[in-house]
């Protein structure tokens, strides 16, 4: 079966008049590829922020977007705009070892850093020590009164560290149980989040947060873990930074949890049982404490954003947005085999192939009426930061853009029977991307994983939280060669041996012709949005509707 969409498709849209959509042009999966090789071999060291690998992944996105003839739209300069916009970041690196034990009934318990538990400090300053604070659990570490829910109970958290399961109350409930879908069912919430989670430490004085991994709730393995806390961290240069973060911020194995509430006389299984109700009231962790001693490396350093733009004919101060991460992870712990590139093929060199294919379909269509940006945000692989330092500088309005069409991780696993997008559907532009789907012979499948949380973990959503209708596209688990079951099994084995992992690399023998067939789509989706007067939004009971509808005005109808 072929997929694709016709030339000259004439399609109801929601304003409810006809759309006549131009020829869709032949995505090129040679040049995908291509694209793909580059920006993730190793000459780009995986692409880390503030690194030689930045260099060369930002002048490879703007070479090519001054090859196909994009005009340069980052921060203004005396000689017009530049291709980058500059992302000042704060950057926080352990240059020596870093010592973290428990004192366990009087006896200390080393703990093993990447292979036990995982901290880091986003906090500028040049040494953490503490010295046996107090151990706290704080079920979920969950306060969210629109549900009637609240983990803390007035705890005082001042000086101590907590300790807090990941995901959120429902993941692990009976559907059952009365209190089941408080927290949406099986998809995971905001606050099931780890920067909800760290930033809830931060408001309430937390001297320290330690978040108990364990697979089936976080949706990865410790690997991803691991891989993600080797190197440096970065987040946006804050006024007060220790309003989001407490000053350590860590995970620790399920194996270390358990053994930190047996000395103090708990069962870890039964005491998760008991943060699944409203009765859960925080518990000391009797006998134990923590203790940390590691030098911090604190300097504020500039990464980019890299900005191209085709301006619109008619209505050039309406935008339309395509973006996807240039950055990976960079060079860190190293695997079995020594390697110690993360190059972040698929994730996500795969969306900035995507996008800079995008910019060659629309560099050889007829100019649009709106104008479309193309930009490859940086960081974030370290908490969106590129995106939220975007949406707080945006370089055309976010009131008179309408949407963000987002690229994270493609499809390298052959054509899907169905597409989706991270989350719930909320916004129209997923009714948008059903409509399309179905002219291409295919479905819109809501999000099959929606206890990963993707919808969080994406830079649609930084834009989204601003108001701006954003979403992720995402491959399908339909495939035409195995159906379903090889779908799952291909999204499952990228999730344990690939995702924040060395392996993630660039392979030749790659069906990018699903990735072709869900770029003709975007492109599609992108041309009428480009076209149109129309103005996508979210739907009624988002909790991004009442940011958007406040800058209603500023939008032509």
């Given at each position: 079966?072929?997929?694709?969409?016709?030339?000259?498709?004439?399609v109801?849209?929601?304003?409810?008049?006809?759309?006549?959509?131009p020829?869709?042009?032949?995505?090129?999966?040679?040049?995908?590829?291509?694209?793909?090789?580059?920006?993730?071999?190793?000459?780009?060291?995986?692409?880390?922020?503030?690194?030689?690998?930045?260099?060369?992944?930002?002048?490879?996105?703007?070479?090519?977007?001054?090859?196909?003839?994009?005009?340069?739209?980052?921060?203004?300069?005396?000689?017009?705009?530049?291709?980058?916009?500059?992302?000042?970041?704060?950057?926080?690196?352990?240059?020596?070892?870093?010592?973290?034990?428990?004192?366990?009934?009087?006896?200390?318990?080393?703990?093993?850093?990447?292979?036990?538990?995982?901290?880091?400090?986003?906090?500028?300053?040049?040494r953490?020590?503490?010295?046996?604070?107090?151990?706290?659990?704080?079920?979920?570490?969950?306060?969210?009164?629109?549900?009637?829910?609240?983990?803390?109970?007035?705890?005082?958290?001042?000086?101590?560290?907590a300790?807090?399961?990941?995901?959120?109350?429902?993941?692990?409930?009976?559907?059952?149980?009365?209190?089941?879908?408080?927290?949406?069912?099986?998809?995971?919430?905001?606050?099931?989040?780890?920067?909800?989670?760290?930033a809830?430490?931060?408001?309430?004085?937390?001297?320290?947060?330690?978040?108990?991994?364990?697979?089936?709730?976080a949706?990865?393995?410790?690997?991803?873990?691991?891989?993600?806390?080797?190197n440096?961290?970065?987040?946006?240069?804050?006024?007060?930074p220790?309003?989001?973060?407490?000053l350590?911020?860590?995970?620790?194995?399920?194996?270390?949890?358990?053994?930190?509430?047996?000395s103090?006389?708990?069962?870890?299984?039964?005491?998760?049982?008991?943060?699944?109700?409203l009765?859960?009231?925080?518990?000391?962790l009797?006998?134990?404490?923590?203790?940390?001693?590691?030098?911090?490396d604190?300097?504020?350093?500039?990464?980019?954003?890299?900005?191209?733009?085709?301006?619109?004919?008619?209505r050039?101060?309406?935008?339309?947005l395509?973006?996807?991460?240039?950055?990976?992870?960079?060079?860190?712990?190293?695997?079995p085999?020594?390697?110690?590139?993360y190059?972040?093929?698929?994730?996500?060199?795969?969306?900035?192939?995507?996008?800079?294919?995008?910019?060659?379909?629309?560099?050889?269509?007829?100019?649009?009426?709106?104008?479309?940006?193309?930009?490859?945000?940086?960081?974030?692989?370290?908490?969106?930061?590129?995106?939220?330092?975007?949406?707080?500088?945006?370089?055309?309005?976010?009131?008179?853009?309408?949407?963000?069409?987002n690229?994270?991780?493609?499809?390298?696993?052959?054509?899907?029977?169905?597409?989706?997008?991270?989350?719930?559907?909320?916004?129209?532009?997923?009714?948008?991307?059903?409509?399309?789907?179905k002219?291409?012979?295919?479905?819109?499948?809501?999000?099959?994983?929606?206890?990963?949380?993707?919808?969080?973990?994406?830079?649609?959503?930084?834009l989204?939280?601003?108001?701006?209708?954003?979403?992720?596209?995402?491959?399908?688990?339909?495939?035409v060669?195995?159906?379903?079951?090889?779908?799952?099994?291909?999204?499952?084995?990228?999730?344990?041996?690939?995702?924040?992992?060395?392996?993630?690399?660039?392979?030749?023998?790659?069906?990018?012709?699903?990735?072709?067939?869900?770029?003709?789509?975007?492109?599609?989706?992108?041309?009428y949005?480009?076209?149109?007067?129309?103005?996508?939004?979210?739907a009624?009971?988002?909790?991004?509707?009442?940011?958007?509808?406040?800058?209603?005005?500023?939008?032509?109808?």
């Amino acid at each position: 079966m072929k997929y694709g969409l016709a030339a000259g498709l004439a399609v109801a849209w929601l304003s409810g008049a006809a759309f006549a959509a131009p020829p869709v042009p032949a995505i090129d999966a040679a040049k995908l590829s291509e694209h793909i090789r580059v920006l993730s071999s190793d000459a780009f060291e995986g692409r880390g922020p503030a690194t030689r690998g930045e260099d060369k992944a930002v002048a490879y996105i703007s070479g090519q977007f001054k090859a196909l003839g994009l005009a340069p739209a980052g921060d203004p300069g005396a000689d017009g705009a530049a291709w980058t916009q500059a992302v000042p970041l704060r950057r926080f690196e352990t240059p020596g070892p870093i010592t973290v034990s428990f004192t366990l009934d009087g006896k200390p318990r080393p703990l093993v850093e990447l292979t036990d538990i995982v901290v880091h400090t986003e906090v500028p300053t040049s040494r953490v020590a503490v010295k046996d604070a107090p151990l706290v659990f704080i079920g979920y570490g969950v306060d969210a009164p629109e549900r009637q829910w609240d983990d803390f109970k007035g705890y005082d958290l001042k000086g101590k560290i907590a300790v807090v399961l990941v995901n959120d109350p429902d993941f692990e409930m009976d559907p059952g149980d009365p209190l089941f879908g408080r927290f949406d069912g099986k998809a995971m919430t905001l606050y099931g989040r780890w920067t909800y989670k760290y930033a809830e430490a931060a408001r309430r004085g937390a001297l320290g947060m330690l978040i108990v991994h364990e697979t089936g709730p976080a949706a990865y393995g410790w690997n991803t873990v691991k891989n993600s806390n080797s190197n440096a961290q970065f987040d946006i240069v804050r006024p007060h930074p220790e309003t989001l973060h407490p000053l350590i911020e860590g995970w620790i194995q399920r194996d270390v949890a358990v053994e930190l509430f047996k000395s103090a006389g708990l069962d870890f299984e039964k005491e998760k049982a008991r943060a699944r109700t409203l009765a859960f009231r925080p518990v000391e962790l009797k006998g134990a404490t923590f203790s940390a001693d590691y030098a911090v490396d604190t300097s504020t350093i500039v990464s980019h954003n890299v900005v191209g733009k085709i301006a619109g004919t008619q209505r050039p101060g309406e935008a339309l947005l395509y973006g996807a991460h240039w950055d990976h992870l960079g060079i860190g712990a190293p695997d079995p085999k020594g390697d110690r590139i993360y190059n972040g093929a698929v994730d996500n060199a795969s969306g900035v192939a995507g996008v800079l294919e995008l910019a060659r379909l629309f560099s050889q269509a007829p100019k649009p009426q709106r104008s479309v940006y193309f930009i490859a945000f940086t960081a974030e692989e370290k908490g969106l930061l590129g995106s939220e330092y975007y949406a707080a500088h945006p370089v055309t309005p976010l009131a008179t853009t309408v949407a963000l069409l987002n690229l994270d991780v493609m499809n390298v696993n052959g054509p899907s029977r169905d597409v989706s997008t991270r989350g719930k559907g909320d916004a129209d532009l997923d009714a948008l991307v059903a409509r399309f789907a179905k002219d291409q012979g295919r479905v819109y499948a809501h999000d099959a994983h929606l206890e990963e949380g993707g919808f969080y973990r994406a830079d649609h959503f930084s834009l989204a939280k601003a108001g701006v209708p954003a979403i992720t596209l995402t491959a399908g688990l339909d495939l035409v060669t195995g159906g379903v079951p090889a779908g799952e099994a291909a999204h499952r084995d990228y999730i344990v041996h690939r995702y924040h992992q060395p392996a993630d690399e660039w392979r030749a023998d790659w069906d990018l012709s699903g990735a072709a067939v869900d770029l003709e789509l975007y492109y599609a989706l992108g041309r009428y949005l480009a076209d149109s007067h129309d103005w996508p939004g979210w739907a009624a009971g988002s909790e991004f509707k009442a940011t958007r509808d406040a800058t209603a005005a500023a939008r032509a109808p």
